[in-house]
C-alpha cells in the first residue's frame, strides 16, 4: 500500500506525450496488480486458460506495455519485487486477511446473483503468484522487454536505477519510492485513463503524474531523511503510524523537532520502537548493481506458443504485439540505437 504522501505532495500533470522518449523502471508487481484487479469477467472472475492459470495480467501485460512502447514511445525496465524486509511481515498478513475476506464476501455476492458487488469485492481479493510472476517474466523475455529481479523491495531498485541516472525515472503508484530516493517518480502510466475504487464501485480519472524529489523536499523544508521520520509517523509498509498524525501534521512535527528523537514523549512514546530499522531500509536498501538496460530479442514462434498454444490467446491479438514490438526495433535500428540492442 505504501504511505499516504496525498495531502503535502508536490506533483506535475502530465500526458503520456510529454513522457516520450525516456526510460523508466517500472514496479512489475505494482502493475501486474492493476490488471489483475481490472481485467476480470462482469461477475469479477480473472480471465483463465483451459487449465485454470490466471491470464488476466498476461494480457494486459502484452495489450499495454506494447502499446506504451510503440505508441507513446516510452522504454520500460521491469523490476519485480525480491525477499520483502522482515518488519513487513504485519503489513503482508493485514494484506492476506483483507483478501482472504473480500474472497468470502465475493462468493456470496455470486450466489446472491449481485455481479455489480461480486466485481467489486474480486477486485480487493486479487493475488499475485509465484507462478503468474514467473509467466509475466516468461512473456517479457519472449517479448524482448528487460526486466530485473531485485534483492528485495521493488521499489528500491526502481529508486536506485533513477537516482544513479540508470532510468529517467522510476514508476509506481506507491510514494515509497520517494523515500527509497528516487530522483523522479512517475505514477499512473496507464492509457485508459482511469482507475477503479472498489470501495465506491466507480471510476476516477488519471492521467499521468511526475514528482520530482528535489522540488518536493524544497517546498516541504524538509531533507530526505525527514521525510522518512515523516513517513514513520504516518506509518509506512513497515510499520503502523501515531494514531490522529496525518501527512500534515507529521511535516508541522518534523519541521518544528527535526527529527524523532526530538519529539515531546507523548508523541515519540507511541512511534515504533524499530524506527532505527525502518530509517535503514529506506537510506540503504538491498538493491542489485547487476542489471541489463537493453532490448533482448523478439522470440515470435516461442512467443505464439507460449500465448496460444498454453494460455489460449487467441492469435489476433499476440499478432498485434508482435507487429509492434518488431516496428519497436526497427525504429531503435534506423535511429542507430544499438546500445538498446543486446
Known amino acids: 500500500m505504501g504511505v499516504n504522501l496525498t495531502s503535502i505532495i508536490v506533483k506535475h500533470i502530465l500526458s503520456l506525450e510529454e513522457l516520450r522518449g525516456k526510460i523508466y523502471a517500472v514496479d512489475a508487481n505494482n502493475y501486474l496488480y492493476q490488471f489483475l484487479a481490472l481485467v476480470r469477467m462482469p461477475d469479477g472472475t480473472p480471465l ?29 525496465i521491469f523490476i519485480f ?6 518488519l513487513k511481515k504485519l503489513e503482508l498478513s493485514k494484506r492476506r486477511e483483507v483478501r482472504e475476506r473480500a474472497l468470502k464476501d465475493w462468493e456470496k455476492a455470486l450466489e446472491a446473483g449481485d455481479y455489480p458487488t461480486a466485481f467489486r469485492k474480486a477486485v480487493v481479493s486479487s493475488r499475485l503468484t509465484q507462478p503468474m510472476v514467473n509467466d509475466a517474466k516468461r512473456l517479457l523475455e519472449l517479448l524482448g522487454i528487460p526486466y530485473v529481479q531485485a ?3 521493488a521499489e528500491a531498485q526502481a529508486a536506485y536505477m533513477a537516482s544513479n541516472g540508470s532510468v529517467w525515472a522510476a514508476s509506481s503508484k506507491d510514494y515509497d519510492t520517494l523515500l527509497f530516493g528516487a530522483s523522479r517518480l512517475v505514477r499512473y502510466l496507464t492509457i485508459s485513463g482511469k482507475e477503479y475504487l472498489p470501495s465506491k464501485g466507480t471510476f476516477r480519472p488519471l492521467k499521468p503524474e511526475l514528482i520530482i524529489m528535489d522540488e518536493f523536499l524544497v517546498h516541504l523544508k524538509v531533507d530526505r531523511a525527514q521525510l522518512i521520520d515523516l513517513a ?21 512535527l518534523v519541521r ?12 515519540l512514546s507511541k512511534v515504533t520502537p524499530d524506527f532505527n530499522d525502518i530509517r535503514t531500509i529506506f537510506m540503504k536498501p538491498e538493491v542489485t548493481t547487476h542489471y541489463k538496460l537493453g532490448y533482448g530479442q523478439l522470440k515470435e514462434e516461442e512467443l505464439y506458443r507460449f500465448l496460444c498454444s498454453e494460455r489460449n490467446f487467441s492469435r489476433n491479438r499476440v499478432e498485434t504485439a508482435v507487429v509492434r514490438m518488431k516496428e519497436i526495433y526497427s525504429r531503435k535500428r534506423e535511429a542507430g540505437l544499438d546500445e538498446w540492442l543486446r
Open 232 to 252: 514513520i509517523l504516518i506509518g509506512t509498509d513497515f510499520n503502523q503510524g501515531v494514531r490522529g498524525i496525518g501527512p500534515k501534521k507529521a511535516l508541522e
Open 256 to 267: 518544528r523537532y527535526e527529527k524523532l528523537e526530538n519529539m515531546p514523549r507523548n508523541i
Open 81 to 86: 519485487d525480491g525477499r520483502p524486509p522482515y
Open 151 to 153: 534483492p528485495s523491495e
Open 48 to 76: 483463465k486458460d483451459s487449465r485454470g492459470n490466471v491470464t488476466s495480467h498476461l494480457a494486459g501485460l502484452i495489450s499495454r506495455t506494447t502499446r506504451l512502447i510503440h505508441d507513446y514511445g516510452l522504454d520500460m
